[in-house]
């Protein structure tokens, strides 16, 4: 068996070791030369094998969790770079409704102001054919007075003429008188 002691008395690390040689269990103390061999015999063919089976097995275990633990940050990569485009999707999704909701809105404001239009287009349809009856009646009403003015003005000749008519006989009358 080797061990190593830190001695405070020296800066060199000194090294003891048993000989599985001997009887008595003595320690026999030497210097660290950097060369460490396996004191122990050799082991049993059967050991050797079923602990290079167990490294085996190790190394085997070891490169399977690395291989996992590739796969699954591969997993989570692709999952990351799914859970982006799902974002974006659903980023593209609330604009659209947002757009949708707008339009919606602009569409509901359009159809008032074309109930407004339409009601102001009846009001000056209305307003429209008032001012043509009022144009009807006053052309109406301007050609009887006319009519009327021109019965007056028969009228008024009329009477001139009567009053020339009187007018002659009366000057006649006097002429008769007077004469």
């Given amino acids: 068996m ?7 008395d020296s800066s060199e690390h000194t090294r003891q070791y048993m000989s599985s ?11 660290n030369c950097g060369l460490v061999e396996w004191i122990d015999p050799s082991w049993p063919t059967t050991l050797e094998n079923a602990l290079s089976k167990l490294w085996s097995m190790y190394e085997q ?14 997993t989570v990569h692709d999952l990351t770079q799914e859970k982006k485009k799902l ?29 407004e239009t339409t009601k102001l287009q009846e009001q000056y349809d209305t307003l429209k054919n ?8 006053i ?8 009519r009327e003015k021109k019965n007056l003005q028969i ?12 007018n002659v006989k009366l000057e006649g009358i006097k002429a008769i008188i007077n004469g």
């Avoid at 008032?130 to 009646?137: F, N, R, Y």
């Avoid at 009228?155 to 009187?166: G, N, V, Y």
């Fill in 21 to 31: 040689d001997s009887d008595d269990g003595t320690i026999k103390e030497g210097k």
């Fill in 87 to 115: 974002q974006a999707s659903y980023e593209k999704l609330v604009e659209d409704v947002n757009a949708l909701m707008d339009a919606q809105e602009q569409r509901a404001v359009i159809e008032r102001k074309d109930a």
């Fill in 130 to 137: 008032i001012a043509a009856a009022q144009g009807t009646v």
């Fill in 61 to 74: 275990s070891k490169m399977d969790r690395n291989e996992e633990c590739l796969m699954h940050s591969f």
């Fill in 155 to 166: 009228h008024i000749d009329e009477l001139k003429k009567t009053i020339e008519e009187s």
């Fill in 139 to 146: 052309r109406n009403m301007k050609l009887k007075l006319a």
């Fill in 2 to 8: 080797v061990s190593w002691s830190d001695g405070s």
